[in-house]
């Protein structure tokens, strides 16, 4: 099953998507103009940070934090550790490569939503079924991000809570599920207000906590800073260390897996932006587009930027550990035995928020061409197991899941945005 799973997913993310992601990316960056960057002060208005009045609506502030909350999960750690060990140092760069397009494609993607959204449709599916009159494309839309709620959203998530806890403190995986699977249950019972509540909390308290130990080890080991970026550089364009070849293979590796990795770290190009930003109280479609231009600054070029300085100066890379144990590695080499007692929450609550923040996502998406609440229900309880299951899985799998789930969402969205994107520009120059 892997081996057939894998393939599948070298089919679907090959030279094509890498590089309608990046070029469709690079269009869309041309969009924002002057006028919509004053638009920016309001995310730091405190009008805008206070709750919601309406039961339904959520701040600018609130949905910012909850569409953070989905895409500042294990991507930010175990997938920048993955991309390390399969695609080597350059495709870090290419990750950030795939962040400054998917600047431009998440602000595409959020004002076409806000701009088409209704009562009960959200994101991609919006725009899909009102602006290019499309439901059955809208329908298959929703069904692909329901399924990459489980697995990018979810699965991937629990099995990094599982793996740190048992590589810190010997916890069994099994419990780990069942405790996740449980206090999720409790959560999303209290709908979106208490998961936009949870998110706003705690996205920039650990955030914070985990970039104090991130500038801690790279002063321990800023002699080694250079060394890192030079590395970065080199192995983005194939230049070997030895004999100073180059190699083709190598960059295509590399662009591969950053691009993908960059992907599951910052979602843009998937279109679930606009599904996370779809029940916020603003008028001005450019606000929601600015802020998810901040998500991916703060997502990819601040923290993922973090853990590969962290994982790169240390030379935890050289130890042979793959994944969240990667991650863990490198901060032992930097605090000692306190890593063992700071990286498991932070990576447990990072992780738990995506869980969080991508079920909010699904069951919008699922809004769109479901509207019998009972089946949202099913989805609620399904998504609950699925966390349980994650955390027993094998890294291989889960990742390989993720992976397809992610190129079916953009297979969908971004011939939508380029066929749109006249309408994203009208609105913006408005």
């Given at each position: 099953?892997?081996?057939f799973?894998?393939?599948v997913?070298?089919?679907?993310?090959?030279?094509?998507?890498?590089?309608?992601?990046l070029?469709t990316?690079v269009?869309?960056?041309?969009?924002p103009?002057?006028?919509?960057l004053?638009?920016?002060?309001?995310?730091?208005?405190?009008?805008?940070?206070?709750?919601?009045?309406?039961p339904a609506?959520?701040?600018?502030?609130?949905?910012?934090?909850t569409s953070?909350?989905?895409?500042?999960?294990?991507?930010?750690?175990?997938g920048?550790a993955?991309a390390?060990?399969?695609?080597?140092?350059?495709?870090?760069?290419?990750?950030?490569?795939?962040?400054?397009?998917?600047?431009g494609l998440?602000y595409?993607?959020?004002?076409?939503?806000?701009?088409?959204?209704t009562?009960?449709?959200?994101?991609?599916?919006?725009?899909?079924?009102?602006?290019?009159?499309?439901?059955?494309l809208?329908?298959i839309?929703a069904?692909?991000?329901?399924?990459?709620?489980?697995?990018?959203?979810?699965?991937t998530?629990?099995h990094a809570?599982?793996e740190?806890?048992?590589?810190?403190?010997s916890?069994?995986?099994?419990?780990?599920?069942?405790?996740?699977m449980?206090?999720?249950?409790?959560?999303?019972?209290g709908?979106?207000?208490?998961i936009?509540?949870f998110?706003?909390?705690?996205?920039?308290?650990?955030?914070?906590?985990y970039?104090?130990?991130?500038?801690?080890?790279?002063?321990?080991y800023?002699?080694?800073?250079?060394p890192?970026?030079?590395?970065?550089f080199q192995n983005?364009?194939?230049?070997q260390?030895?004999?100073?070849?180059?190699s083709?293979?190598?960059?295509k590796?590399?662009?591969s897996?950053g691009?993908?990795?960059?992907?599951?770290s910052?979602e843009?190009?998937?279109?679930?932006?606009?599904?996370l930003?779809?029940?916020?109280d603003?008028?001005?479609?450019e606000?929601?587009?600015?802020?998810?231009?901040l998500?991916?600054i703060a997502?990819?070029?601040i923290?993922?930027t973090?853990t590969?300085?962290?994982?790169l100066?240390?030379?935890?890379l050289?130890?042979?550990?793959?994944?969240?144990v990667?991650v863990?590695?490198a901060?032992?080499?930097?605090?000692?035995?306190l890593?063992?007692?700071i990286?498991?929450?932070?990576?447990?609550?990072?992780?738990?928020?995506?869980?969080?923040g991508?079920?909010?996502?699904?069951?919008?998406?699922?809004q769109?061409?479901i509207?019998?609440?009972?089946y949202l229900?099913i989805?609620?309880?399904?998504?609950?197991?699925?966390?349980?299951?994650?955390?027993?899985?094998?890294?291989?799998?889960?990742?390989?899941l993720a992976?397809?789930?992610?190129?079916?969402?953009?297979?969908?969205?971004?011939?939508?945005?380029?066929?749109?994107s006249?309408?994203?520009k009208?609105?913006?120059?408005?």
């Amino acid at each position: 099953m892997i081996k057939f799973l894998t393939a599948v997913n070298q089919i679907l993310w090959g030279n094509g998507l890498v590089w309608l992601l990046l070029g469709t990316g690079v269009f869309c960056l041309f969009f924002p103009d002057r006028q919509c960057l004053k638009s920016f002060k309001i995310l730091f208005r405190k009008s805008e940070k206070k709750q919601s009045q309406s039961p339904a609506g959520l701040s600018v502030f609130q949905s910012c934090m909850t569409s953070l909350a989905a895409a500042m999960g294990t991507g930010n750690i175990t997938g920048v550790a993955t991309a390390l060990t399969l695609g080597g140092a350059g495709a870090i760069f290419w990750m950030w490569i795939s962040a400054l397009c998917g600047m431009g494609l998440i602000y595409a993607e959020n004002v076409l939503s806000c701009k088409y959204r209704t009562a009960n449709t959200f994101g991609a599916a919006a725009y899909l079924k009102y602006g290019l009159h499309s439901p059955v494309l809208a329908g298959i839309f929703a069904f692909c991000c329901a399924g990459a709620s489980f697995g990018m959203g979810n699965m991937t998530q629990s099995h990094a809570m599982a793996e740190i806890l048992s590589a810190s403190f010997s916890v069994p995986a099994s419990l780990t599920g069942l405790v996740v699977m449980l206090l999720l249950v409790l959560l999303l019972s209290g709908g979106a207000e208490r998961i936009a509540k949870f998110s706003s909390v705690m996205i920039p308290l650990i955030t914070g906590i985990y970039l104090f130990c991130v500038m801690i080890i790279l002063f321990l080991y800023r002699e080694n800073l250079i060394p890192a970026f030079r590395s970065v550089f080199q192995n983005a364009f194939g230049i070997q260390a030895v004999g100073g070849g180059i190699s083709g293979t190598a960059v295509k590796y590399a662009v591969s897996v950053g691009v993908r990795r960059g992907v599951f770290s910052n979602e843009a190009g998937l279109g679930s932006s606009g599904l996370l930003h779809g029940k916020t109280d603003s008028a001005a479609p450019e606000i929601l587009g600015l802020c998810g231009m901040l998500e991916v600054i703060a997502d990819t070029f601040i923290c993922c930027t973090a853990t590969a300085l962290v994982i790169l100066t240390t030379n935890a890379l050289q130890s042979g550990q793959e994944g969240t144990v990667l991650v863990l590695t490198a901060f032992r080499s930097g605090m000692g035995w306190l890593a063992d007692w700071i990286l498991p929450p932070v990576i447990a609550l990072f992780a738990f928020c995506t869980l969080t923040g991508w079920c909010f996502c699904g069951m919008n998406a699922l809004q769109s061409v479901i509207k019998n609440q009972q089946y949202l229900k099913i989805y609620q309880l399904l998504y609950c197991l699925a966390a349980f299951a994650g955390a027993v899985m094998k890294l291989e799998l889960v990742w390989t899941l993720a992976d397809i789930a992610n190129a079916c969402m953009a297979y969908c969205n971004l011939p939508a945005i380029l066929l749109l994107s006249p309408q994203i520009k009208n609105r913006c120059t408005a």
